[in-house]
């Protein structure tokens, strides 16, 4: 079975700190993303990564950079936390276009 | 361009009840169609998805979706709901030309005892 991991479940963090979300998938996919859950707004799509060091802007980066140096961890990276960045996170990988794995999501607040 | 759309964010049925929750979609090329759902606190899981075989595809946990491409639609159906049911579930769209799904805003389905 595909297994992503993520680094945390929950986090607390304060406002200004330096977030680091690392994700790890198990399975050689090529691709890997980054999403954020809201109530009411579905998944929103931070970052993706098709290869090791490429990496794309989803619909929204603001406020997050992303790192992938080796095919299986890919890394969210919120450079100066803010409160409205309070959210579910959500790492997936996938092979080509086809069905996504998911990972059991950080829930991360920002006081 | 690719978008899903669900009818209706929340759903309620009684236990035993016809579960139907509905997803359309629309593709400019041949689509591969997911349902996901996720349980509170958790990550998404697949729960079945079309890739162009048969129109009919059968899911876990009692779980189908029928592919209508006359009506680009791709509902999701189970017979009787049961309380382990209750969750959020997700339809995503995605076609051989982007490997970034779209999703749709989820339903939620309660389910009453």
Redesign the interface.
């Known amino acids: 079975d595909v297994k992503v991991t993520q680094s945390s479940r929950y986090l607390v963090k304060r406002t200004g700190e330096k977030v680091f979300l690392e994700c790890v998938q198990d399975m050689d996919h090529e691709n890997m993303f980054w999403y954020r859950q809201d109530p009411g707004l579905g998944l929103r799509l931070i970052y993706f990564s098709y290869d090791v060091k490429m990496k794309e802007k989803g619909d929204i980066p603001e406020g997050y950079s992303v790192s992938r140096e080796k095919k299986e961890r890919f890394s969210l990276i919120l450079e100066s936390a803010s409160t409205n960045q309070t959210s579910m996170y959500l790492c997936a990988s996938s092979l080509k276009s086809y069905e996504q794995y998911f990972g059991p999501g950080t829930r991360l607040t920002v006081t | 361009a690719q978008s899903v759309t669900q009818l209706g964010?929340h759903v309620s049925v009684s236990e035993g009840a016809l579960v139907l929750l509905r997803c359309n979609y629309s593709s400019s090329v041949p689509p591969?169609l997911?349902w996901?759902v996720q349980y509170p606190?958790?990550?998404?899981?697949?729960l079945l998805?079309y890739?162009s075989a048969a129109t009919l595809v059968k899911g876990i946990n009692g779980f189908e979706a029928e592919f209508k491409k006359s009506e680009t639609s791709f509902h999701l159906t189970k017979p009787s709901a049961h309380m382990s049911d209750a969750a959020e579930y997700?339809c995503?769209v995605?076609?051989?030309?982007?490997?970034?799904?779209t999703?749709?805003?989820?339903t939620s389905l309660i389910v009453h005892p």
């Open positions: 964010s591969y997911f996901y606190n958790q990550g998404l899981q697949l998805k890739t997700f995503a995605s076609n051989g030309g982007s490997y970034i799904p999703f749709g805003r989820g």
